[in-house]
């Protein structure tokens, strides 16, 4: 059974930082694509950033891109997504998620974690 498992959400005031990591197991992590992705409430779910299997690859969602950074690693089965200078407008629920292409969009990624809140005051 495949299962992401997210952690390191929380409370943090405009300007701080935090570190986001979730952790797969039941399947061969690293053969896939892992991403992030956010919801706000009312909105649809929006991609945040992505990782190709061996790291090589990385890609962010402009309204990110210079504060947020990816990582991986693969003997850990762990993702990880640092976020600084966080903004109000990133407070929304934070979804791991794997699949095999390099893309976007959230309907392409196979697996999904259950989410982990991450509330910016201003």
């Known amino acids: 059974q495949v299962q992401l498992v997210e952690s390191g959400g929380g409370l943090v005031q405009a300007g701080g930082s935090l570190d986001l990591s979730c952790a797969a197991s039941?399947?061969?992590?690293?053969?896939?694509?892992m991403g992030w992705f956010r919801q706000a409430p009312g909105k649809e779910r929006e991609f945040v950033a992505y990782?190709?299997?061996?790291?090589?690859?990385?890609n962010y969602a402009d309204s990110v891109k210079g504060r947020f950074t990816i990582s991986r690693d693969n003997v850990k089965k762990t993702v990880i997504l640092q976020m600084n200078s966080l903004k109000p407008e990133d407070t929304a629920t934070y979804y791991c998620?794997?699949?095999?292409?390099?893309?976007?969009?959230?309907?392409?990624?196979?697996?999904w974690g259950q989410g982990t809140q991450v509330t910016v005051s201003s």
């Open positions: 990782i190709h299997w061996n790291s090589r690859f990385t």
């Open positions: 039941g399947l061969t992590f690293a053969s896939f694509v």
């Open positions: 998620a794997a699949g095999t292409l390099l893309v976007v969009a959230p309907s392409q990624y196979r697996y």
